[in-house]
DNA sequence: TTGCTCCTCACGTCACGTGAGGTGGC
DNA sequence: TTGCTCCTCACGTCACGTGAGGTGGC
């Protein structure tokens, strides 16, 4: 059922996607084992192919991971929601009934300001470390000109 | 030698650290096994006390751990600097060398650059995520328009 | 044919989580 | 004395790292 035509050819060797994404070849047929990512398809001896698409699903759980903090099955449940909107979009061409689109599109909306919470608090928190760094930074550089001041010590 | 007055007392138990860091306690011991934090002091019964000081140890490398993505190997090693910084703030109101005092400020200061840089990359990262999910958020909230003006499917 | 990359086990590691079984302190 | 918290093993888990030993593709 459907149009069975590969839109997104699968190219890249299980090396190449790594390299692209800074993970390991382990990372990637873990994230298999756990259904995060799926070649899009495999080369007669077996070897793993993986899309454009692919890749862009791997920096995204990296970005995910690495950035806003969350664990492998967090993220499975934030771009199975994400998949589900790309059907949305296909379904929304082909003219699907627009009770359904409000419904996924409202999801969307959900999962996507949930996040933007996480990383706007997490924005927060790391820009305020970073002010205390800076101020840091300036007290030592004071603290060497008091040094170059009084080069015999200090006068009490 | 030295004087052995006990200027920061130890007496928070280990749950109260906890809490305060937002940490459990295995995670506490564990830092003590890898000689990250230890206690200051230990009850009669050998019931661990905390200082005020060790609390902002582990809120520190917290910090580290959460915000910035050292492992807790690269922070043994950033906390022992700050360690010695702290033993020069005690040489340079005693009046030590001022030939040590600079080189131990200038390795201060390498150190907190160093920290600084890399936390200006991810404030950066994180911060074009974050305008990434805003853009997102717009868009959807166009589509959510245009599903409501033509309510009866896509013209097209 | 020679490298290089790929494959599947499978054990190791880091940063803890989670009981098991027992003792301490207001 | 009753709870609650603390103690030390010690095995489990998550997200991979790291070989072992063998096959595939330009």
Redo the contacts with the bound molecule.
């Keep these: 059922m459907g149009a069975g035509v590969t839109i997104d050819e699968a190219r890249y ?4 996607v790594a390299k692209a994404a800074g993970v ?4 990637l ?2 994230y298999e084992e756990l259904g995060l990512v799926s070649p899009s398809g495999h ?6 192919r993986y899309s454009e698409n692919d890749l862009a699903r791997v920096l995204r759980i990296r970005e995910l ?1 690495q950035l806003v903090g969350f ?3 967090e993220i499975k449940t934030i771009v199975a929601g994400e998949a589900r909107l790309d059907e949305l979009r296909s379904e929304f061409r082909d003219g699907g009934s627009p009770q359904r689109e409000r419904e996924l599109v409202a999801e969307a909306i959900e999962i996507n300001d949930r996040l933007r919470e996480q990383v706007r608090q997490k924005v927060s928190r790391i820009g305020g470390f970073l002010e205390e760094l800076d101020a840091k930074a300036v007290r030592y550089r004071q603290i060497v000109e008091e040094i170059e001041k009084c080069p015999a010590g200090r006068p009490e």
């Design positions: 060797r299980i090396g190449e390991s070849t382990r990372t047929r873990y080369s007669p001896g077996g070897a793993r991971q664990n492998l099955d």
